[in-house]
Structure formats: structure tokens, C-alpha cells
T-cell receptor, first 111, second 115 residues
């Protein structure tokens, strides 16, 4: 099955700085790569996703890049704000509805 | 729309007891899934369904049963609870258009403790 590794497990950044989270996957047939944000006591919520026919996608302060050859993808958050503090999960799937998740990254934005 | 709802929010069971975690969605989504979340391990897929009457196993199905008699409901049954099933359980739903499936919507979770 698919194996997704996510790094780092914790990330502390100064408000206004950028944050980068990296994931690698093992199944070359995976073609869908979503990123979820989970706030304390809540379920994960999709923040951005990318499919294998696209190398980069951006939505305001959030961007995701995908390198299919190296089988890795990354989440970039620019101009971080206190409300960006949360746990972030990457995931990979070959058929969209069976997601394999990374272990998560706890992001803390220091004011 | 209420989205994806889960009950109960919290539950404590003794080893060997059985129970059902409820999940319902009012978005007419055909896909529904159950995940468990454990510290340092992300979310792992337990069972999933691609439509009413159709279910299949995920990554960690042992000790759990599911059924999908309606589009709206997807209950998860613990047959004989074990301490290893202490976890936070999330239900999710999604839909497709053509060959593409769209984002999974997650419920608020059920925190289960087995003593």
C-alpha cells in the first residue's frame, strides 16, 4: 500500500515568516495529493490539493508543489499569522477517496 | 446543511463491550469513510463505502464492522472493544463528478477510551 512520510513533525515560526512542510510518497500510481488543517478538537479540513497533472498550485498565502519524479510534494505558507497555528496533514491517493495520510506537522506561529 | 455529524462526542467502554459510532451526512455524498487518529500516526482508513450497500476494508479493519443501508448513514461497530482501539474516530464523506472525486468533508470526531 501507499506510505506517506511527512517532515518535520513540529515547526515553530515567527509571525510573518514562511513555513514549509514536506511529504514523500511511495506509490507511483498516486495522483491526488490533498493537504488538511486540523484545529484543536475539530476534524481535518481541506486547505489545498493538487493532482498529478499539475506541478504547482497557489491559493492566496498557501501553495503546494509536486515533483512526480522524486515522489515528493510540499506545502508552503507565506506571511504566517497566529491563526495558521494548527496540525497539518498531507495525504496521497490513487483514487481520491482512499487517502493515506502523513503523521502530521504541528505548526506554531509565534507572535 | 449540517454537513457530517458524529455521535457520541466522547465514549468510555470496558474491554469486551460493543458499541456503534454513528455517522450521518446530509450532502447526498456517495463516498463515506471511517478513519482513526492516533498520536504520531496521522489518520488511518478503517472502512469505506462507495455507495449504499457497498463497503470495503481500509488499512486497519480488524475489530470493526460497517454497513451502508442508506446514502446518509454509515455506522461503525466495535464488536468487542480492546484497549488498542482507544483513539479518535473520524467519519468523512465526499462526492464525484465524472472520473474525479472531490474533497473529503470530515465530521467533528468521537473520542473513544477503552479501559
Amino acid at each position: 500500500g501507499e506510505n506517506v512520510e511527512q517532515h518535520p513533525s513540529t515547526l515553530s515560526v515567527q509571525e510573518g515568516d514562511s513555513a514549509v512542510i514536506k511529504c514523500t510518497y511511495s506509490d507511483s500510481a498516486s495522483n491526488y495529493f490533498p493537504w488538511y488543517k486540523q484545529e484543536l478538537g475539530k476534524g481535518p479540513q481541506l486547505i489545498i490539493d493538487i493532482r498529478s497533472n499539475v506541478g504547482e498550485k497557489k491559493d492566496q498565502r498557501i501553495a503546494v508543489t509536486l515533483n512526480k519524479t522524486a515522489k515528493h510534494f510540499s506545502l508552503h505558507i507565506t506571511e504566517t499569522q497566529p491563526e495558521d497555528s494548527a496540525v497539518y496533514f498531507c495525504a496521497a491517493s490513487r483514487n481520491d477517496y482512499k487517502l493515506s495520510f502523513g503523521a502530521g506537522t504541528t505548526v506554531t506561529v509565534r507572535a | 446543511n449540517a454537513g457530517v455529524t458524529q455521535t457520541p462526542k466522547f465514549q468510555v467502554l470496558k474491554t469486551g463491550q460493543s458499541m456503534t459510532l454513528q455517522c450521518a451526512q446530509d450532502m447526498n455524498h456517495e463516498y463515506m469513510s471511517w478513519y482513526r487518529q492516533d498520536p504520531g500516526m496521522g489518520l488511518r482508513l478503517i472502512h469505506y463505502s462507495v455507495g449504499a450497500g457497498i463497503t470495503d476494508q481500509g488499512e486497519v479493519p480488524n475489530g470493526y464492522n460497517v454497513s451502508r443501508s442508506t446514502t446518509e448513514d454509515f455506522p461503525l461497530r466495535l464488536l468487542s472493544a480492546a484497549p488498542s482501539q482507544t483513539s479518535v474516530y473520524f467519519c468523512a464523506s465526499s462526492y464525484s463528478r465524472g472520473h474525479q472525486t472531490y474533497e473529503q468533508y470530515f465530521g467533528p470526531g468521537t473520542r473513544l477510551t477503552v479501559t
